[in-house]
């Protein structure tokens, strides 16, 4: 039975402008249609399950957004945006958290406001083709030539279920580099292969090239700069990093 009730949208422009999808996907528009939060997302807010299993932001950012696309599609710095995006549609611009002042030493209430937060747009310089998520990077210290992807909503679930998988047999070592770049670099001097990339990644790729590499996908990516100026009762001004957790979409009393 369809609702009655209409329900006020906002259209939300991607920081990625849809330059990384197919054409024939929604999210190529660059743009998303959100409604605002609802009692229903406020229950979705608190389901400890979704809590328990780590989807909790999925299954709102799920529920507000009206235009339909496949989500595990979604970038990265999209959905950091979509979930910005909902904070603010939810409980205003406005936010309040508890943070630490090394200049002030002493721990005070800091008023955020959202949408003074500025977005991050996608770099285009080394895009392989429009509507394809490759970009091209020459390492520096080596010369070598690889391809490689931003992550989405898929990569990151993929990730997260490797990583367990490999704690699980040795529970001290530190899996999160090499599997994030197992699932970002498509190839290697234009060698797709999985065992040539794995091998690269492994036995090939110095340590100055990674960081290099790492350093160069920041400046690149789509998203939300978190870092914001904040000037306390005392005059002082901080450069302050916006904590986003699950208390993000509950405002401190």
């Excluded at 040539?196 to 090239?209: K, P, Q």
């Amino acid at each position: 039975m369809e609702s009655n009730f209409n329900f006020p949208t906002e259209i939300i422009e991607l920081p990625s402008k849809g330059l990384l999808y197919p054409p024939d996907s929604p999210l190529a528009s660059g743009k998303v249609e959100m409604k605002y939060m609802t009692a229903r997302e406020e229950d979705i807010l608190t389901n400890r399950n979704y809590i328990e299993q780590g989807i909790v932001i999925d299954k709102l950012l799920q529920s507000m957004v009206v235009t339909k696309f496949n989500y595990d599609d979604l970038l990265i710095g999209d959905k950091d945006l979509l979930m910005l995006s909902a904070r603010i549609l939810g409980y205003g611009k406005d936010y309040t958290f508890s943070y630490y002042s090394y200049a002030n030493s002493s721990t005070e209430k800091v008023t955020v406001d959202l949408t003074q937060l500025k977005e991050k747009s996608l770099v285009v310089d080394n895009l392989v083709s429009p509507g394809r998520n490759e970009f091209s990077f020459k390492l520096p210290n080596t010369n070598n030539k690889i391809t490689f992807k931003l992550l989405t909503n898929k990569d990151e679930q993929n990730i997260d279920k490797e990583i367990k998988g490999l704690k699980k047999i040795n529970p001290k070592d530190n899996f999160e580099l090499v599997t994030r770049l197992r699932h970002m670099i498509i190839s290697v001097n234009g060698d797709s292969s999985p065992e040539t990339i794995n091998n690269f990644i492994n036995n090939g790729l110095l340590a100055r090239d990674a960081k290099a590499f790492r350093e160069y996908v920041a400046t690149i990516s789509p998203g939300i700069d978190l870092k914001y100026t904040y000037q306390f009762e005392s005059g002082v001004e901080e450069d302050i990093n916006v904590p986003i957790t699950l208390n993000f979409f509950w405002p401190d009393a």
